[in-house]
């Protein structure tokens, strides 16, 4: 049965960090781009950043670059999103996804089931 288990979420002040997890079973995420979504209130589920299965390329949305790093542990099936210098506007529930190729037409073939981030004082 395939999964994705997101954690590592919770509420941050701005300026402040946090790191999400996402273990993956029933599939090896070194055949698959995993990729970080998220949902604001009111708003469309954008691309955060995404990490390939081989050779591990990264890619980050524009609004996240020099703050989010991604990366993974093959041996352990998981992916992480370091997340710093956190702002109000990263606020929002955070999706890992498995796809083919990094934010590639169709779209992936499995999400999570998300975890809230908010960013706030």
């Known amino acids: 049965q395939v999964q994705l288990v997101e954690s590592g979420g919770g509420l941050v002040q701005p300026g402040g960090s946090l790191r999400l997890s996402c273990v993956a079973s029933?599939?090896?995420?070194?055949?698959?781009?995993i990729a970080w979504f998220r949902q604001a209130p009111g708003k469309e589920r954008e691309g955060v950043s995404c990490?390939?299965?081989?050779?591990?390329?990264?890619y980050y949305a524009d609004s996240v670059k020099g703050r989010f790093t991604i990366s993974k542990d093959n041996a352990k099936n998981t992916v992480y999103l370091e997340m710093t210098s956190l702002k109000p506007e990263d606020t929002g529930v955070y999706y890992c996804?498995?796809?083919?190729?990094?934010?590639?037409?169709?779209?992936?073939?499995?999400w999570g089931q998300g975890t809230q981030v908010t960013v706030s004082s």
């Open positions: 996804a498995a796809e083919e190729a990094c934010w590639a037409a169709p779209g992936p073939d499995y």
């Open positions: 029933g599939f090896a995420i070194d055949y698959y781009a």
């Open positions: 990490i390939s299965g081989s050779p591990g390329s990264t």
